[in-house]
Nanobody, 127 residues
Framework: DVQLVESGGGLVQAGGSLRLSCALS????????IGWFRQAPGKEREGVSC????????YYADSVKGRFTISSDGAKKMVFLQMNSLKPEDTAVYYC????????????????????WGQGTQVTVSS
């Protein structure tokens, strides 16, 4: 079975940076989709940034483009989300997820397309 464990969340002032990490265990393949999602209180879970596990394809939500960067270390089975210029509206629980191969931005950023999820890590940005 696939398991994911996120870390790196915390409290940061607006304009600051955080780096989230996701450690994966179990089987998965280079063509799997992997990504970061977030859910704020009272809101639906939304796609933040997603990629093909083996590289070559990345997508970002418009709200984070230019501020967040997704990356991976395949040898270590790690996925990262570097978050810069954080805003109070970035406050949410951030989840790492993976699932079977996908096609297109809308699919990659769609939480319902993913089968395996981590427990989430809280990110709070103060104004």
């Amino acid at each position: 079975d696939v398991q994911l464990v996120e870390s790196g969340g915390g409290l940061v002032q607006a304009g600051g940076s955080l780096r989230l990490s996701c450690a994966l265990s179990g089987f998965f393949f280079d063509d799997y989709a992997i990504g970061w999602f977030r859910q704020a209180p009272g809101k639906e879970r939304e796609g933040v940034s997603c990629m093909r596990a083996g590289g070559g394809i990345t997508y970002y939500a418009d709200s984070v483009k230019g501020r967040f960067t997704i990356s991976s270390d395949g040898a270590k089975k790690m996925v990262f989300l570097q978050m810069n210029s954080l805003k109070p509206e970035d406050t949410a629980v951030y989840y790492c997820a993976t699932g079977p191969p996908l096609r297109g931005r809308d699919s990659y950023l769609n939480a319902t397309q993913y089968d395996y999820w981590g427990q989430g890590t809280q990110v709070t940005v103060s104004s």
